[in-house]
């Protein structure tokens, strides 16, 4: 294999891309190494060299025209098209994932022709993981020829290759369980025999690239040399923060009771394991509540910007000015404008209000999640409840403020503006009753209900949210500072098996970690019923985990690792189903309306067993050697 180097100038850095002859991600020959003296000789090359691994990230907000990354119980697709990988999901097929089994090519965990370009259709993650982490190994090989530079140049530098390397494995490991940990560039000359790893081992191998990337990172680049050179503009860039989150992330994940089981054969909890990952997020925790890094929890009232940003020239969201940031890990965004085709449209119901024929609608199953703003879960739906203040005749009635900012339900305006006179004044409204104008399983609500928590109301073809003029932008984050509090909850009470666990170094307990995200949204704090054993708080634990990470791409992967995918009722999903008590009145809070026979209807149960909690491996790598092997079932 021969590597052709090329330099790129823009915006005044050189960009140094490594393009490969051969299909192979992992390996190079002997005589590959031919420039590099002059390639990593200084930061501004070396950086030059590594900005490529950050086109390595997919955006699976924007991957395709309409976007599929919620597979778990939480969501479900109109049924006009079924090209998405969320239908084969549905079907227990996880075949899909890959480009063989994708004929639209719409998927982001693969792609048909991954590169490193600025299309946001070239990213796949499967591929590109592999090619960052050979470039990530041939960049930490060279460190000895980065000559011209400073120390704090070359920690920048080595702190970026080691995080990307344990985040690439990361994130292959959560999908596919444990392989093989590649620390090294692969010479092309010898055959593959590395072994796939137990996932623990490999989890040991990224928190030490993870752990020593936090060592040398800064808190923010704008307080570096090079970073003083672009203040402001830093924000995606790899620092302290960002791999101190990874590092307590992988190790949650690596205690948890699925890789606990694939690694151990107990399916319980790693106590060890979590102490270690709630010890990273203390430390990143403490970071930035005494003002050290610039990341804090969006005000409510702002809370939409974690996801969208409109009228602010594309401004990426995730916070940003006097609110602060809390979107502490995002990708590259290559095409502001790109959402407005498809993201900004596949969650508005058609046929009047939008034209598309793909809608993704937030299951019934799923909505109950969202409580009471008292702060008690909905114990069934369909009865009253004195305890919480329940009633199913006013079921959308002092629900968590949580389910108003990202659910549409029956009666919502939907339209802002004017209608057209061929168009009646009924369907500016969410008709999402049984029978009603919103309810179309083909191009509309399936479920009975809506999700706005990544679009505004107004992106419909009459208001025109999305038109190019408005900014529209729109990407959910890999991680925010939210998702740390709430994994800092989940590790200390499997850590420490209690609901007041907490690390050492750290003042708040899990129970304080919950109330902190509560206390944000609105919502009363945990209840003490719910604080007498571990048992009892995780289930509440994992409840506020799915409203406020609700639908940003977590919920397959929780579910997994809980050891629960396969479980009834998460194999369910269903719709709502009622009468209004009386015609819709424009007058009165939505809220406030009264409903009748309300109930569930079960639309699928998906046909999963044990070999669901892993996805296959392509049967082309699997065939490679005997030691890289297939997971089971598949």
């Known amino acids: 294999m021969k590597r052709k180097i090329k330099l790129y100038k823009l915006v005044g850095v050189v960009f140094l891309v490594t393009i490969t002859s051969c299909k192979k991600y992992l390996d190079r020959s002997p ?16 950086q030059g060299y590594t900005e490529e691994l ?17 597979w778990g119980e939480d969501e479900i697709m109109s049924t006009a098209l079924n090209f998405h990988f969320i239908n084969k999901v549905d079907n227990g097929d996880f075949w899909g994932w890959q480009k063989e089994f994708d004929g639209w090519g719409a998927g982001w965990m693969d792609a048909a022709n991954a590169n490193t370009n600025n299309d946001r259709f070239s990213k796949g993650l499967w591929p590109l993981a592999w090619y960052g982490i050979r470039k990530a190994n041939l960049g930490l090989e060279n460190m ?35 392989l093989p940990y590649i620390d090294k560039v692969l ?51 790899i620092n302290k923060i960002m791999a101190l989150g990874y590092l307590g ?30 010890a990273a997020f203390a430390e990143l925790l403490k970071y930035c509540e005494s003002g050290q890094a610039p990341y804090k929890l969006l005000p409510f009232n702002r809370y939409y910007t974690n996801f969208y940003t409109f009228g602010q020239n594309w401004q990426i969201p995730g916070g940003s000015g006097d609110d602060g940031t809390e979107a502490i890990f995002r990708g590259p965004y290559w095409d502001a404008h790109g959402s407005t085709y498809g993201t900004a449209r596949q969650y508005t119901p058609g046929p009047v209000i939008e034209e598309g024929n793909v809608v993704f609608t937030p299951t019934a199953n799923y909505v109950n999640y969202y409580g009471m703003k008292n702060g008690l879960p909905i114990k069934n739906i369909a009865q009253a409840d004195p305890e919480s203040g329940y009633d199913p005749q006013y079921p959308w009635k002092n629900r968590d403020p949580r389910f108003y ?38 191009v509309a609500s399936r479920t009975g209900y809506l999700l706005y928590k990544f679009t505004p109301i107004t992106s419909n073809k009459f208001d025109q949210g999305y038109a190019y003029g408005e900014n529209l932008n729109i990407k959910v984050p890999y991680m925010r500072l939210a998702d740390v509090y ?27 970690a919950i109330n902190i995200i509560r206390d944000r949204a609105g919502v009363d704090h945990v209840a003490a019923k719910f604080l007498g054993s571990a048992d009892e708080f995780m289930k509440e634990v994992r409840r506020e985990r799915a409203v406020e990470l609700s639908f940003e791409g977590h919920r397959f992967t929780d579910l997994r690792r809980w050891l629960m995918l396969i479980n009834l009722p998460y194999t369910i999903k269903t719709s709502i189903e009622f009468d209004r008590a009386a015609p819709l009145d424009p007058t009165i809070d939505p809220k406030e309306n009264r409903v009748l026979n309300l109930r569930e209807h079960t639309i699928l149960q998906r046909p999963f067993t044990e070999k669901h909690y892993w996805l296959p491996l392509k049967r082309a790598d699997v065939n490679m050697y005997p030691e890289f092997k297939q997971n089971p079932g598949w």
């Open 144 to 178: 000895n020829l980065m000559t011209n530079a400073t120390d704090e140049e070359r920690n920048l530098i080595k702190g970026q290759l080691l995080f990307f390397r344990g985040w690439f494995h990361f994130q292959l490991m959560q999908y596919f369980g444990g």
């Open 54 to 70: 950050y086109n390595c990230i997919p955006d699976f907000t924007n991957r395709y025209w309409t976007n599929s990354w919620n």
């Open 187 to 237: 010479p092309a000359d010898q055959d593959l025999r590395n072994p796939r790893l137990r996932y623990q081992q490999c989890a040991e191998l990224a928190a030490k690239d993870l752990r020593e990337a936090a060592d040398l990172l800064p808190l923010n680049w704008d307080n570096t040399g090079p970073g003083s050179k672009t203040p402001g503009k830093n924000q995606l860039r």
């Open 31 to 46: 005589d590959s190494i031919v420039s590099e003296k002059t390639a990593f000789k200084d930061f501004t090359n070396f």
């Open 486 to 512: 709430l994994m800092y909850a989940e590790a200390c009470t499997a850590g420490y098996n209690t609901p007041t666990g907490k690390d050492p170094g750290y003042s708040k307990t899990a129970v304080d």
């Open 405 to 442: 900012n990202d659910i549409a339900f029956d009666g919502v305006k939907l339209v802002k503006g004017t209608l057209p006179s061929s168009v009646a004044d009924y369907y500016r409204y969410a008709n999402l009753f049984t029978g009603g104008s919103s309810r179309d399983e083909r």
């Open 249 to 278: 992330k992988n190790y949650l994940w690596a205690g948890s009771p699925l890789m606990n089981y694939e690694s151990t054969g107990n399916r319980a909890y790693d106590p060890e394991l979590c102490k270690k990952a709630a």
